[in-house]
């Protein structure tokens, strides 16, 4: 009989992925399911990279790469660096691992262990604390609330600091709240931060998605000094629709990102050649496509926030970037719905998908109960039709 380990009973799966395989199950028995769920734009990746990646592999670039990147790749993103940051990268300060969260990983292999301590404002994605756990480290959850919209102060994050802190994760634009930190917000929590030994990982994947007058920004650009001590993850998962591809990346403190590199050579060896050709054209050609999705997001973001105002008793911070709405829906706990009343989000989202065929991912999920996220990367008739059965349901009129 093969036992499990203690690592492999503790590891939860992914709430996000969980969310869609239910959503899947209905859908296999003929039922209509308006899946909001998965963090995954809709659009092809773009010809122009698919055309990149297939000239790729005919003309033989199928083999093992250097475990950190093709040097050609990592210029490309070292240059994109340059030109939409003004941030002077070299390509030995670059890490291009199998996706994002495959970076995240291995920021935090490289950076902290047993007994250590990273600091996490909550709303979170689902993935950072069971990374930080498989390590030995612990979480600490940092709440903020919708009232501040969801952003950490300084005072919150130096009240959370102990001899143990080792890393503050940040993450703006925000999964699960969409929320984006001004530059002024970073810099005052950049002041706490060097005042003290923490070091920063700051995932940067939505940078690329933001709305209206919300604009990114690049942590390790805030000051010179906190380029040393600052890890920036970002990938072209979301920007290119390339989720499929895994292709993300590191850029930090060379020191920091050769010891990824040598975990990554013992994890997975290099990450894809052909994806990293197509990585290439992503960074190198047009950004058209990048402007065409940003526009389709905020054109279906308008449209969220418009139907989740006109459902009574929900109470949504508006999303600034990426494409998800994070909003409150404890109003409607013990309430009589169609299917029973339920009294968290969990069970929020359960009934909401065997009732009204609407899938959702609770809020627990993310550190914050009472909220549920909604991922607004699929066709606008989609949300519509949606929010209807939402708001029927919600309304009992099923």
């Not at 592999?57 to 093992?64: D, E, L, R």
């Amino acid at each position: 009989m093969v036992h499990l380990s203690p690592l492999a009973r503790s590891v939860r799966p992914s709430a996000t992925m969980a969310a869609a395989a239910k959503a899947r199950e209905l859908k296999t028995r003929g039922i209509t399911v308006f899946d909001f769920s998965l963090g995954e734009p809709d659009f092809d990746t773009p010809a122009h990279i698919c055309q990149a990646a297939a000239e790729a592999a005919q003309a033989g670039h199928t083999h093992y790469t250097p475990a950190n990147g093709l040097l050609e790749a990592r210029r490309a993103i070292a240059q994109w660096y340059s030109q939409f940051h003004g941030w002077n990268v070299q390509p030995e300060n670059v890490l291009i691992s199998n996706g994002a969260k495959h970076s995240i990983h291995n920021a935090l292999a490289a950076t902290v262990g047993p007994g250590d301590e990273v600091i996490i404002p909550t709303p979170y994605w689902v993935s950072y604390s069971e990374l930080v756990e498989m390590l030995g480290a612990r979480p600490v959850l940092v709440h903020t609330s919708a009232e501040d919209g969801f952003k950490m102060t300084p005072s919150q994050l130096r009240a959370a600091l102990t001899s143990r802190s080792r890393l503050v994760m940040l993450n703006s634009p925000c999964n699960p709240t969409g929320t984006v930190y001004t530059r002024a917000e970073f810099d005052r929590l950049a002041e706490v931060i060097l005042d003290s030994p923490l070091a920063v990982l700051s995932d940067e994947i939505y940078e690329q998605l933001t709305y209206g007058t919300a604009a990114p920004t690049c942590f390790a650009t805030l000051r010179p000094e906190l380029a040393e001590r600052t890890i920036v993850i970002s990938g072209a998962s979301k920007s290119y629709a390339m989720t499929g591809w895994r292709m993300g990346w590191a850029v930090g403190p060379k020191p920091v990102i050769d010891a990824m590199g040598n975990i990554q050579s013992q994890e997975t060896g290099c990450p894809s050649s052909v994806s990293q050709h197509a990585l290439i054209a992503a960074l190198t050609g047009s950004q058209d496509c990048v402007q065409q999705m940003r526009h389709e997001f905020s054109k279906r973001r308008s449209l969220v926030i418009r139907r989740l105002r006109e459902i009574p008793k929900l109470r949504l911070v508006e999303p600034d970037g990426a494409f998800y709405a994070f909003f409150d829906v404890s109003a409607y706990f013990g309430q009589p719905l169609f299917g029973g009343p339920v009294s968290n989000s969990s069970e929020f989202c359960q009934h909401a998908l065997e009732h009204a065929h609407v899938c959702l991912v609770p809020g627990s999920a993310f550190g914050c109960e009472g909220f549920v996220r909604m991922s607004f990367a699929t066709r606008m008739d989609i949300i519509e039709a949606g929010l209807n059965r939402l708001d029927a349901w919600l309304q009992g009129k099923l």
